[in-house]
């Protein structure tokens, strides 16, 4: 029969249960690197690592022409810092050679007449190996070179031609919105924000409860005064607190060492942050109801969390995967935050254009809470 004194719900030991977990967090000496240090040094490694952007391609180049025009092509293919010639052969062996051995990345092939072909007017032909082992990196390289060398085309033509003459063709200007520069990082580190702070609080949540239950104490709170639903509220305040610091920490390091701006309001992204903190918190409670030992449900969290990086947009986008994965990606809460998370960031979007996103983060934390809660009661019960 259960004491009276658990008949209903106490804020004092609700607060003294908030209180033992934070203190128990911070002691132990081996969570203190894994809630200050770590997430400062992932968040730059993974900010500065986790690019899309392409530059100092290493090339190689084989020129046969020799003339100034093949020397000024070859200068605007340095110049524009994607390119780093790290070769120069006179021999087209040599570029296979290369690519063979992995020395470079792209060898470009100037052949002869190359500066009579373009002043005659017939279009002069530049050639381009590239090493297709890194398909990202070979078509932005191979982007990057039809552009610069459409460029230099277009100024040696205007440089030959008289002004006025007709010129023809079809010109296309193009301007990207959200993101001018096309930079990686404003994309790329608003959604490790949202890894990061999914993979704290599934580690904190799930890990902390089963380490309750192998040493003992768990057994110990049960049989105190302390009723189910404080146990599992002084257990999930903290890492609730915990994700905002996280999230605080994460957004400066956003703003002002990457540089990314921050278009939308603050206020938006916090009411997003704490569904999504919610939803994760539930997950990692859940997954403690299943495991038994930490090192099971440290890979349980494995299991979970790779194929929900993979299917939340982070990797490759959503559209692009076939319809099954795009189906099963609806129920990942990391995909529907790093939408919100982008467009507050770049867009400066809020809840009026994003309220789908916001609904199913809402549906999914409320659902695996519950889930998780009622689960949670049958293990202690």
Known sequence: MKP?????????????MVRKELKQTVRDPKSRPLLFVSP?????????AATTDVKDIRTLVVDHDRTAESRALVNAYESSGYFRIAARSDRADDAAAALDRGDVTIALTIPP???RDLHGGRGAVVQALIDGADASQATVAQSYAGAIA?????????????????????????????????ESRYFNVPAIMGVQVMMICLILTALGVVREREIGTL????????????LILGKTIPVLGIGFLHLLVYTAMALYVFGV????????????????????????LLISTVSKTQQEAFMLLILFFLPAVMLSGFVSPIESM????????????LRYFLE????????????VELWPQYLALTALAAATLTTATRRFGRVIA
């Open 4 to 16: 009276a004194t658990r008949k209903s719900f106490s804020w004092i030991r609700l607060w003294q």
């Open 40 to 48: 400062v040094i992932q968040m730059l490694l993974m900010g500065y």
């Open 113 to 115: 007449g190359f500066a």
């Open 150 to 182: 459409r460029q230099y085309g277009a100024r040696a033509q205007s440089a030959i031609r008289p002004a006025g003459a007709a010129r023809g063709g079809v010109e296309l200007r193009s301007r990207a919105w959200f993101n001018p520069s096309l």
């Open 219 to 230: 057994d110990q709170l049960l049989v105190s005064p302390i009723k189910p639903v404080e």
């Open 261 to 284: 701006p921050l278009r939308g309001s603050f206020a938006v992204l916090l009411l997003a942050s704490a569904l999504y903190v919610m939803a994760g918190l539930a997950l990692g």
């Open 322 to 333: 076939p319809p099954f994965f795009q189906w099963l990606s609806m129920v990942n809460p």
């Open 340 to 351: 919100i998370v982008r467009g507050v960031f770049l867009k400066g979007i809020g809840v």
